[in-house]
């Protein structure tokens, strides 16, 4: 599996896009600098900044079965401007 897992494609990611903030889902081991040049490389865009967000996996109970979710580790990569990626356009 690469460094990037797939895109975050939530309403509250959608508003950030106008702002040119894309969201995606990463593997655990990467820092910024990797997400960074994966993205320039991936969709030949420029990357001003890359934020980092590890999100534990919340604990969680259905009567007698105990269970946890997956933690996950998010990127928000902050697009130069006149910059965009069609993340649509490799879904479907």
């Known amino acids: 599996m690469g460094i990037l897992r797939k895109p975050i494609l939530t309403e509250k990611s959608s508003k950030s896009i106008t702002n040119n903030i894309y969201t995606f889902e990463v593997d655990p081991s990467v820092n910024k600098i990797q997400v960074k040049n994966e993205i320039q490389t991936k969709y030949s865009v420029s990357v001003e900044r890359v934020n980092i967000l ?10 007698l079965i105990k269970g946890q979710r ?22 479907f």
Do not use: E, M, P, W
């Open 54 to 63: 590890n999100r534990i996996g919340k604990k969680t109970r259905r009567g």
């Open 70 to 91: 997956a933690d996950r580790k998010l990127a928000y990569v902050k697009l130069k401007d006149g910059q965009s990626i069609d993340l649509i356009k490799g879904l």
